[in-house]
């Protein structure tokens, strides 16, 4: 965060210090950075004609900034027509204040930043952006490139501009730690999977004010995962903020959503189908629902079988929920838990969720335990019962 709010970021930072594990963002100012060194791509041969290929430009500058220096994209459209990847950054920052396109058929990903620490992904006029074009694949059924990859990059802030209309993934934030994500506005086809707006795994992460309207997930947190802050986002028709898919050797604890705003989405999918390892001390609190087909939902029959024993999942919370389901068809309350290992000390507080085209909805649980809605209660944790209760609600919240 800036400087000038600071203080505020340390005062939230400690509001959340049950879930963020210590500081989070760059260790140095992007501004002093820049004074240090500054590499404009037009000084290593870009052209803001959006047809020019920039790579070798981006390449060379962030060859001579990527240790203490600035990378700064100026305003424009500029033609990305390589896969590129920009490493082994320390105390380096990259200013996008311009559109950086989609130019080709790639593999992996148009953008892979890796191997940095104390580092600034952001806009400094908040029009910077990258740009797709991904229904060029879409339509015809196909998937390109994600956008964005930021991996194995410790102590770093990702904000300011939007990406729009990704062949595939958004952004993956693939074994990070101590990063803060904010002011990220995602845009694309609404009606396509495989789209997720944003993925990660990793250490002490801070999510917030982010708007994504995609096809897919919104903020979905895999494994490992420990000590995140997910608060103000906001995901149209999406598939919303999900936990998983979880496979073998799962470990995800200590993450707490607030302030989720779901229209057409999910505030919460948990999704496991015989994996194995942990899932414990979650909260999802304050929460806005509009239409979403399982807006509580945890599911451990979903997908391939991992041939495992099951994901263990315990202490979750959902607290101050409100709105509707699309339809009363679904369940608005669904706890699938698996029967060789039972969720348990799940606690529902203060959930009103009703169905937008009935006069009842449904809770259904299988084998969760702990206190609310269809939940059984249990005395300890060992030896506990398989269990199905559905109960039909008519009585409005």
């Given at each position: 965060?800036?400087?000038?709010?600071?203080?505020?970021?340390?005062?939230?930072?400690?509001?959340?210090?049950?879930?963020?594990?210590?500081?989070?963002?760059?260790?140095?100012?992007?501004?002093?950075?820049?004074?240090?060194?500054?590499?404009?791509?037009?000084?290593?041969?870009?052209?803001?004609?959006?047809?020019?290929?920039?790579?070798?430009?981006?390449?060379?500058?962030?060859?001579?900034?990527?240790?203490?220096?600035?990378?700064?994209?100026?305003?424009?459209?500029?033609?990305?027509?390589?896969?590129?990847?920009?490493?082994?950054?320390?105390?380096?920052?990259?200013?996008?204040?311009?559109?950086?396109?989609?130019?080709?058929?790639?593999?992996?990903?148009?953008?892979?930043?890796?191997?940095?620490?104390?580092?600034?992904?952001?806009?400094?006029?908040?029009?910077?952006?990258?740009?797709?074009?991904?229904?060029?694949?879409?339509?015809?059924?196909?998937?390109?490139?994600?956008?964005l990859r930021i991996q194995e990059v410790n102590n770093f802030s990702v904000h300011g501009f939007a990406l729009i209309d990704s062949p595939s993934y958004y952004i993956v934030f693939d074994t990070v730690t101590s990063g803060e994500v904010y002011n990220i506005l995602i845009r694309g086809v609404t009606s396509v999977g495989a789209t997720d707006a944003i993925d990660v795994w990793g250490e002490n992460m801070w999510f917030h004010d982010i708007e994504v309207s995609n096809g897919d997930e919104c903020v979905t947190v895999k494994s490992p995962a420990h000590n995140y802050l997910i608060e103000n986002i906001y995901c149209n028709l999406s598939g919303g903020t999900a936990i998983g898919s979880l496979g073998t050797g799962t470990n995800i604890s200590d993450i707490h959503y607030r302030n989720l705003y779901m229209n057409q989405?999910?505030?919460?999918?948990?999704?496991?189908?015989?994996?194995?390892?942990?899932?414990?001390?979650?909260?999802?609190?304050?929460?806005?629902?509009?239409?979403?087909?399982?807006?509580?939902?945890?599911?451990?029959?979903?997908?391939?079988?991992?041939?495992?024993?099951?994901?263990?999942?315990?202490?979750?919370?959902?607290?101050?929920?409100?709105?509707?389901?699309?339809?009363?068809?679904?369940?608005?309350?669904?706890?699938?838990?698996?029967?060789?290992?039972?969720?348990?000390?799940?606690?529902?507080?203060?959930?009103?969720?009703?169905?937008?085209?009935?006069?009842?909805?449904?809770?259904?649980?299988?084998?969760?335990?702990?206190?609310?809605?269809?939940?059984?209660?249990?005395?300890?944790?060992?030896?506990?019962?398989?269990?199905?209760?559905?109960?039909?609600?008519?009585?409005?919240?």
């Amino acid at each position: 965060m800036r400087a000038s709010i600071l203080p505020l970021t340390l005062f939230l930072a400690t509001l959340a210090g049950a879930q963020l594990s210590g500081p989070v963002g760059p260790l140095v100012d992007y501004s002093t950075k820049a004074r240090n060194q500054t590499c404009n791509i037009i000084d290593y041969g870009a052209v803001a004609d959006g047809k020019t290929d920039i790579s070798q430009a981006l390449l060379d500058a962030w060859g001579n900034c990527s240790v203490g220096g600035l990378v700064y994209i100026p305003p424009g459209n500029y033609s990305l027509a390589e896969d590129i990847e920009l490493k082994h950054g320390q105390s380096s920052a990259i200013q996008l204040d311009g559109v950086v396109m989609r130019g080709h058929r790639g593999s992996y990903q148009m953008i892979l930043i890796r191997d940095c620490n104390d580092f600034e992904f952001f806009s400094g006029n908040s029009r910077g952006a990258i740009q797709g074009f991904g229904y060029e694949y879409l339509q015809n059924d196909t998937y390109g490139e994600r956008l964005l990859r930021i991996q194995e990059v410790n102590n770093f802030s990702v904000h300011g501009f939007a990406l729009i209309d990704s062949p595939s993934y958004y952004i993956v934030f693939d074994t990070v730690t101590s990063g803060e994500v904010y002011n990220i506005l995602i845009r694309g086809v609404t009606s396509v999977g495989a789209t997720d707006a944003i993925d990660v795994w990793g250490e002490n992460m801070w999510f917030h004010d982010i708007e994504v309207s995609n096809g897919d997930e919104c903020v979905t947190v895999k494994s490992p995962a420990h000590n995140y802050l997910i608060e103000n986002i906001y995901c149209n028709l999406s598939g919303g903020t999900a936990i998983g898919s979880l496979g073998t050797g799962t470990n995800i604890s200590d993450i707490h959503y607030r302030n989720l705003y779901m229209n057409q989405a999910d505030a919460c999918f948990l999704k496991s189908n015989n994996g194995d390892g942990i899932v414990k001390n979650i909260i999802w609190e304050n929460v806005i629902v509009h239409g979403g087909p399982y807006p509580l939902a945890i599911d451990e029959a979903w997908g391939d079988d991992r041939g495992s024993v099951g994901v263990q999942v315990s202490n979750l919370t959902f607290r101050n929920w409100h709105g509707e389901s699309v339809s009363a068809s679904r369940p608005v309350i669904r706890l699938q838990c698996d029967s060789d290992v039972p969720c348990y000390d799940i606690t529902i507080e203060n959930v009103n969720l009703w169905a937008n085209d009935s006069n009842y909805v449904v809770w259904q649980c299988e084998n969760a335990y702990g206190d609310g809605a269809c939940l059984s209660s249990a005395e300890g944790t060992k030896d506990l019962k398989t269990f199905t209760s559905k109960q039909t609600i008519t009585a409005t919240p």
